[in-house]
Structures are given as C-alpha cells and as structure tokens.
Nanobody, 123 residues
Framework: QVQLVESGGGLVQAGGSLRLSCAAS????????MGWFRQAPGKERDIVAT????????YYADSMKGRFTISRDNAKNTVYLQMNSLKPEDTAVYYC????????????????WGQGTQVTVSS
C-alpha cells in the first residue's frame, strides 16, 4: 500500500500560479505511475496529468496542456504539479494518486489516493 499526502493548495487570483506536492510513502517499489486529478463541486473527478515513476513519461488532459506541468523527484518520493495562468474554472479539490497498472494515462488505473487539497481561483 502506498500512502499519499498532498500539499500546496490554497487561494490564488486568476492569472496566478500554485505548485502542488504529493509525498509518497510505504510500498514505493510498487509505484508504476502517479497522477494528479481534480474534482469540482457537482462534477466527476477528471484527470489532470500523469507521470510514470521511472521513465518520467507524461500525459496531460488537453485542457491542461501549456499551463500545467507535472514532474517527479524520485529521491524525495514526491510528485509535483506546477499550475500557471490559473483560471476560476480550475477551482477544485486536487487529488494525487498512484498506480502499478499499465494504463497509467487513464483514471480507472488509479487505486491509491491522497486526501486531496483545495485550490480556489478567484476572479
């Protein structure tokens, strides 16, 4: 089992930036990929970006390309999400998750979830 703890959320004005962090612990060896997902009130949880643990291959949802960047630091067992040019519609709870499955670019692959961190973008 992998334990995940997110941090870095908060309130930011439109056009601003935030960097989210997700620290992993426990069965690190079992991680094949990690990802960031978000869920706005009344909406389904959607994929934001994912990254493979060892090779660093990335996947982004189309609407996130160019504004969000996912990265990882294997030495610190941490994955980051740099969010720039934030918009009010980016307001959501952001979740970190991990998987050992091969379909790491799909939300259904993820079965280890963090508790989430709130991101609120004011207009």
């Amino acid at each position: 089992q992998v334990q995940l703890v997110e941090s870095g959320g908060g309130l930011v004005q439109a056009g601003g930036s935030l960097r989210l962090s997700c620290a992993a612990s426990g069965s690190i060896f079992s991680i094949g990929a990690m990802g960031w997902f978000r869920q706005a009130p009344g909406k389904e949880r959607d994929i934001v970006a994912t990254i493979t643990w060892y090779s660093g291959s990335t996947y982004y949802a189309d609407s996130m390309k160019g504004r969000f960047t996912i990265s990882r630091d294997n030495a610190k067992n941490t994955v980051y999400l740099q969010m720039n040019s934030l918009k009010p519609e980016d307001t959501a709870v952001y979740y970190c998750a991990a998987t050992r499955r091969s379909n790491w670019y799909q939300i259904d692959a993820y079965d280890n979830w963090g508790q989430g961190t709130q991101v609120t973008v004011s207009s």
